[in-house]
């Protein structure tokens, strides 16, 4: 990330700001008193926890009886909030990792509470094949283990199975990427404060004390976790789609879903990252690194990928169409005129229509305009995947099964209760660790990018052409 | 431990990068560098060799997918090999997922695992800090003094003319352990207070040779 300043573009916080002052301002969450907007965050947040947790400590002791499934309809809710957190994640990804090897550096001020965001919600997306298990605590048996019944292995065939495995490693990847970039941040932290907090952070930060060879070898493995991450989060979708394509089910068995689910994956994340931006950048009072050209940047990312789902939609239809499968004609008439055309049309109105309202500058400037836009947009996401699941199974090849599907009470709460658990680990998350990464974005600030002459020779890496004219007044507005 | 450094502090990142680069120019022996965050250019200014951990991390890939791959064919074709739809018991093409996966779990988990113990970070390790405000907003350069034939103050004013607001000369072994900055709140209760400084590696030397 060590390449030129452009007077063109806008600095990357609001306000140039020291070194010290940076430190000062992403730690202050962490001392004190957390705002009234936190406790009403994590008071609303922590209730819906509560009530999620009895509605599946229900359906655990009663059985997925207290589920709307029926006979033809064996995927519904709970499928459905699966992909849908598992494609929250996704961004969380693609921000930290491959926006790190397109060297984009405003990533600095969002890709830490990203990553915690694909932390939570994949855990919230666990959450759900386990609960229709139906017996959670046998969960352990899909891991290859040797055990006494045989040893019987599992079918490494399935991609049930492999969804297991690459959600399981994509959970471990992204908490190894997420604390490795926590490292310098809890040193920082730890010679900060005093007491307990002190001592918490100083065995979390394992001793570092920034040498430079240190940073050298730090700097080497977060490229290569990146590396890595980049084509495992493509993968991990991708497997999750193959959990549908592999069946023989009209509107599911298509060679599209891949990429069709990939992209939707990073769509749906994206507007979660945006939504929780904006909340986290009020909660937590970090305008200053938060800024309007970060929301614009995610605003233009949202544009991209809806257009690529969008895209996928129009391809679906014109494959079935196209293919002649009179089977595949129907689920698709079905779902965009059947009964739940009105979840279709939901999702086309948000995930294409939402989007295009980002190509205004204006649009994209008004804060509150985006949120509810980015709600919109996770609202229309949730509906992809209840369209894609429901729909295809609703109208299945004997008229005489065709079924209708409609979530009870119970599975209702606990997907409330599932963005409870996300939004209080990530109350959690702002107050009690740093939200932003302190060292990244020293390394992007004003400051930093006030050079006042050429680094010297081989110095550099490229550093040299620095000297911004824009940023010229950062000295004086400092001193 | 009677080598003597000279330590010396910037503000900012740009300032040690030419520093480093003009010290070493002079053929002054460069111990380390401490920075709040990663300074790019740092390590070709201090000559450290390019870190070897890119191949734990290919072997450790390797070692994954070749592993998953075996053990894959090994429990359904070898062990107790099952009919499923009548597929072949070494299925190989319906093993790629979970042998991809392999090789990224194990390369990751793996070059982490190698940076840390190359690096010495160890859970719950004290800190050894040469100066407080090293995590914050503080350069520090940590350079081996002259020996005889050298001016004496040809170091220490190199640093200065570099921008270095600080600049001390010490016995190696302090260098690390002790609180420099006197504008700092107190001084007394320096984390670096923890480890004593009896110990008989340098912490700052550790790695000399610059290789991970």
């Known amino acids: 990330m060590s390449d030129a300043v452009s007077e063109l573009r806008e600095p990357l916080t609001a306000r140039p700001v020291s070194y010290a002052e940076i430190t000062a301002d992403i730690a202050r969450p962490l001392e004190g008193k957390p705002t009234r907007l936190w406790y009403l965050g994590i008071g609303i947040s922590g209730t819906a926890l509560l009530l999620g947790m009895l509605a599946i400590g229900y359906t655990i002791s009663t059985g997925i009886g207290t589920w709307g499934l029926n006979r033809t309809v064996g995927w519904a809710f709970d499928i459905t909030n699966f992909v849908f957190w598992v494609g929250i994640g996704h961004a969380g990804t693609l921000i930290s990792a491959v926006l790190f090897l397109f060297r984009q550096r405003w990533r600095t001020a969002v890709n830490r509470s990203a990553e915690a965001m694909t932390i939570f919600a994949v855990l919230c997306a666990a959450l759900f094949p386990l609960i229709h298990m139906g017996r959670p605590w046998l969960a352990f048996w899909p891991m290859p283990y040797p055990n006494l019944r045989g040893s019987l292995w599992i079918n490494w065939r399935s ?58 070898r730090y700097e080497v493995v977060y490229l290569l976790l990146a590396g890595l991450a980049t084509p495992l989060v493509f993968s991990v979708h991708t497997i999750v789609s193959f959990d549908f394509a592999t069946s023989v089910i009209p509107g ?73 499968n009179p089977y595949e004609q129907f689920v698709f008439m079905n779902r965009a005129l059947g009964p739940f055309a009105w ?35 996770n609202v229309g996401m949730w509906f992809e995947r209840f369209v894609i699941i429901v729909t295809s199974l609703h109208r299945d090849f004997l008229p005489s099964s065709w079924a209708s ?45 006030k050079k006042p002459q050429e680094v010297g020779s081989g110095g550099g890496g490229g550093d040299g052409a620095a000297d911004s004219t824009v940023n010229g007044q950062t000295e004086e507005a400092n001193a | 431990m009677s080598a003597r450094i000279h330590w010396a502090a910037f503000e900012r990142d740009d300032e040690l990068l030419r520093a480093t680069q003009a010290v070493r120019d002079k053929g002054y022996r460069i111990i380390d560098a401490f920075t709040p965050f990663a300074v790019h250019g740092l390590d070709r200014a201090m000559g450290l060799r390019a870190s070897r951990l890119t191949w734990v991390c290919f072997f450790c890939g390797l070692f994954g997918l070749v592993f998953m791959t075996w053990f894959q064919y090994w429990s359904s074709a070898v062990d107790w090999p099952i009919n499923v739809g009548g ?15 392999g090789t990224i779990l194990f390369a990751g988990l793996g070059v ?6 190359r690096c010495g970070l160890i859970p719950g390790r004290a800190p050894r800090l040469p100066a407080e405000r090293v995590t914050d907003d503080r350069f520090v350069l940590v350079v081996a003094s002259a020996g005889a034939g050298r001016p004496p103050d040809e170091l220490a004013n190199l640093l200065r003319e570099f921008g270095a607001v ?6 190696e072994h302090r260098a690390q352990l002790e609180s420099r900055d006197p504008s700092g709140p107190e001084p007394s209760s320096a984390p670096a207070e923890a480890s004593r400084p009896e110990e008989a590696g340098d912490p700052v030397a550790q790695g000399e040779e610059g290789r991970s």
């Not at chain 1, 991609?159 to 471990?172: E, G, N, Q, R």
């Not at chain 1, 490795?180 to 918490?200: E, M, Y």
């Not at chain 1, 658990?421 to 020293?442: D, H, N, Q, S």
Request: charged share 10%; net charge positive; proline share 4%.
């Open chain 1, 159 to 216: 991609p049930l199975f492999w969804d297991v495995i690459a959600i399981s490693t994509y959970f471990i990847i992204s908490a190894t990427f997420w604390y490795v970039g926590l490292i310098p941040d809890f040193a920082t932290l730890r010679d900060r404060f005093r007491g307990l907090k002190k001592k918490v952070f100083s065995f979390l930060s394992l001793g570092w004390n920034g040498s430079a060879r240190t940073w050298q």
């Open chain 1, 252 to 324: 599911w068995h298509t060679t599209i879903f891949p990429p069709y689910f990939v992209a939707g994956a990073i769509f749906s994340g994206l507007s979660m990252v945006l939504t929780l931006m904006l909340v986290a950048r009020k909660v937590m009072r970090l305008e200053n690194y938060i800024t309007k050209g970060h929301v614009g940047s995610m605003c233009k990312l949202i544009i991209g990928m809806g257009g690529i789902v969008g895209l996928a939609y129009a391809t679906e239809f014109f494959i079935a169409w196209y293919s002649g």
């Open chain 1, 343 to 377: 979840a279709y049309w939901i999702m086309v109105s948000c995930n294409v229509i939402v989007p295009q309202l980002f190509w205004s500058g204006r649009i994209r400037q008004n804060l509150a305009l985006v949120f509810g836009l980015s709600l919109l947009i």
């Open chain 1, 405 to 449: 599907y409609k979530p009870t009470l119970i599975e209702v709460v606990t997907l409330i209760g599932s963005f409870g658990l996300f939004f209080t680990l990530f109350f959690l998350f702002c107050r009690f660790l740093p939200v932003i990464a302190i060292g990244e974005i020293k390394g992007v600030s004003q400051w930093a990018q």
């Open chain 2, 87 to 101: 597929k072949p018991w070494n299925s190989w093409p319906a093993f790629v997922p979970v042998a991809f996966e």
């Open chain 2, 112 to 117: 982490v695992a190698a940076m840390l113990i």
């Open chain 2, 166 to 171: 600080e600049v001390h000369e010490e016995l």
